[in-house]
């Protein structure tokens, strides 16, 4: 899957506002993302970036604006059409946010189960093949969430998300809380799975390196709307104080030299 | 245009044998739910004898079908004969190499059978697990005594804001479901007992039925039942919920000692609110009992009064309420216990604080019959 083969995006926002009491979180936000893309989401603490993943899953009803996703608009979508869609898309929230009363085979079979005609021995092999897939020992389907460490809880939570093959799925802060070897396996999982399964890729991140690792591009979250989208290279020549810092800070800068020195070796 | 897309193309899955080469011919967008379809047709073919599984007509291969073709790849081989794959776009072609990557090898480690010997040592180490349960919430009594006596020697350190909250707590907010259950149990012992006793002639006893059986059993031991339910799982709870987000283990990072501040503050204040509830309860059934004996029997509350205290012994009383300390420690220690075993995920929240409650009503009772026999021993 190549970048932008697709003209017409997958997911498409328009005039989003977002509100709590008096507090408004966004106002008058656009953004594209286009099939087959990673689309790495940044910004400050508290800008919305999770409310704004929210709001396109439909775990939240944003007060103004169009949703698009898939075709399909999400704030009038019918019942069906909104069952139809949720199939479509997975979800991984921040800390996995497993059942914690299935193991993790039982997790990842859960969406399988509204599957009709699908063989319950199947259906297992199927969940085992989802964990091995998502980077999990085979034997880690037996165990519960509270047996798992962090970075498998993620892996647990991503391997749910993509029980059905959906063709989006969004990531709330994936590596955040990882070390940075399995921050990096993570990384790469991403991008390997988007690339075989054709994943189009809503990732919510403040990690530079996954920003440089794998994103195609970033959208920056200020000032209640997506300032600026563009890749890697567009962000670096950004002069808005707030881009720039961020992009030009001393922990930038050290991805950065990190990024040039596996490109070099 | 993305909706028409996704109008499901109808999946087929047809088996020709030309010129003696079976070939599959796999079209359609596939998603799960063909799963099973596709898996037993491959299966079958793979079973039989080499085949060719032509992919040209297939506008998205999901991971499903990509598992079942190299299954059915990995089955063929294991037989002996060879399976092919024709037509797959280069996305098919590599999903169908991840999945291989990515099959997992079975080391399901062997069932291991049922002897006696495993039987028996499943035993030993549940009555084991008893024991130490034991041990455990001795130890704890311990801690409660250790801490309790150092608070008496340093009164400036003590928690007297905690202890008046817990009292508020457990004491004052549990008054109105205590006395309006003794009132309850009252009325139906009087009720009972009148039935009863007519038939003999003798009402007038139905008095001493009432007081013998409130004062030195039901009220104090349903008033511990309901504090055990109420108060234990609230322990487990307000503690377990600290210690899964650590703030136990801030408080001793910050030199502040947990039992001090949480254990002894809580039974204390049972200590103090148990025999308080428990004279509520007396009170409450008693009145209850009068009530009923009056409308039933015509036994008026003078003369249940004047009946009441000749012919009920104050030892009834001394009887039932030294059992009350006995009650709160043992509710406040298991409550606050298992508040200390909750582990760090919301489950054992759940548990733990379930399972207080019947520790602390079964200890409860269990302490009660201890007591009666002591009783009827000694002769009171
Ligand atoms: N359910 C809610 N009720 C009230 N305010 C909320 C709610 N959810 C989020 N917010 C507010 O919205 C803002 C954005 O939150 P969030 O999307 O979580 O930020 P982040 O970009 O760090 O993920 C924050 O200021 C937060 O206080
Ligand atoms: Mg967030």
Redesign the interface.
Known sequence: MTVATDPTPVIRLRGIRNQFGSHVVHDGLDLDVYRGEILGVVGGSGTGKSVLLRSIAGLQRPVAGEIEVLGTDVRAASEAERIALERRWGVMFQDGALFSSLNVRENVEVPMRAVEGLDPALRRAMADLKISMSGLPYLAGDKYPSELSGGMRKRAGLARALALDPEIVFLDEPTAGLDPIGAADFDTLIRQLSDTMGLTVFLVTHDLDTLHAICDRIAVLAEKKVLVTGTMDEMLRVDHPWVHDYFHGPRARAALTAKDAQKGS | ???LD?LETPVSVTTDQADGAVSLHLAGRF???D???L?GALMQAATAGPFLVDLSGVTRL???AA?AIAEADAKATAAGHSMQITGASA?SA??IQ??RD??????TPPAKPMTLALWLDGYGRSVMGAVSFLMQLLGFLGLFLSRLARALRHPSEFRLTALVHHCHEVGLKAVPIVALMAFLIGIVLAFQGSTQLKQFGAEVFVVDLIAVSILRELGILLTAIIVAGRTASAFTAAIGSMKMREEIDAMRTLGIDPAAALIVPRVLALLLMLPILGMIANAAGLFGGALMSWVELGISPAMFQSRLIEGTDVSHLMVGMIKAPFFAIIIGVVGCHAGMQV??????LGQKTSAAVVTAIFSVIVIDALFSIFFAQVGI
């Open positions: 245009m993305q909706v996704r998603s799960l739910g799963l099973t379809a898996h999901d991971t499903a598992w996305d590599a999903l991840t999945v990515a099959l997992p090898n079975p080391d582990g760090n995920n919301a489950e054992s």
